[in-house]
């Protein structure tokens, strides 16, 4: 797990640290703010945390005595990338088995009718 990418999808793993990240994406927050809606401890907290910000999904930052947590968003681009890329990829697989089963249909019309039955399920 040297890369980012693979950093960023095991932080995500877990449903603690997902909720912080959607809640993030609505503003900054404190760790305090962030630690509010669960029953663990604020050092609880900022392990979670410690794992987003060496994903590199949040920074932390001092303003005056706050240390708001910020989600930096362009993490989420290199995500998008790399599922992309996979979505494409099957898609493309898809469309190349449609046309296959496309053709098998014109050259056996019997298919037609068992193909039709096996979908109706």
């Given at each position: 797990?040297?890369?980012?990418?693979?950093?960023?999808?095991?932080?995500?793993?877990?449903?603690?640290?997902?909720?912080?990240?959607a809640?993030?994406?609505?503003?900054?927050?404190?760790?305090?703010?962030l630690?509010?809606?669960?029953?663990v401890?604020?050092?609880?907290?900022s392990?979670?945390l410690?794992?987003?910000?060496?994903?590199?999904?949040?920074?932390?930052?001092?303003e005056a005595?706050?240390?708001?947590?910020?989600?930096?968003?362009e993490?989420?681009d290199?995500m998008?990338?790399?599922?992309?890329?996979?979505?494409?990829q099957?898609?493309?697989?898809?469309?190349?088995?449609?046309?296959?089963?496309?053709?098998?249909?014109?050259?056996?019309p019997?298919?037609?009718?068992?193909?039709?039955?096996g979908?109706?399920?």
């Amino acid at each position: 797990m040297t890369d980012q990418l693979s950093r960023v999808f095991a932080a995500l793993a877990d449903p603690t640290r997902r909720d912080m990240v959607a809640r993030l994406t609505e503003g900054d927050h404190t760790v305090n703010d962030l630690a509010a809606p669960y029953d663990v401890s604020l050092q609880a907290v900022s392990k979670h945390l410690k794992v987003l910000e060496d994903a590199g999904l949040v920074t932390r930052t001092r303003e005056a005595q706050r240390r708001p947590v910020h989600l930096e968003a362009e993490v989420f681009d290199l995500m998008t990338k790399w599922i992309e890329r996979y979505r494409r990829q099957a898609e493309e697989r898809f469309t190349r088995l449609d046309a296959v089963l496309a053709r098998m249909q014109d050259d056996d019309p019997s298919t037609t009718s068992t193909l039709t039955e096996g979908t109706a399920s």
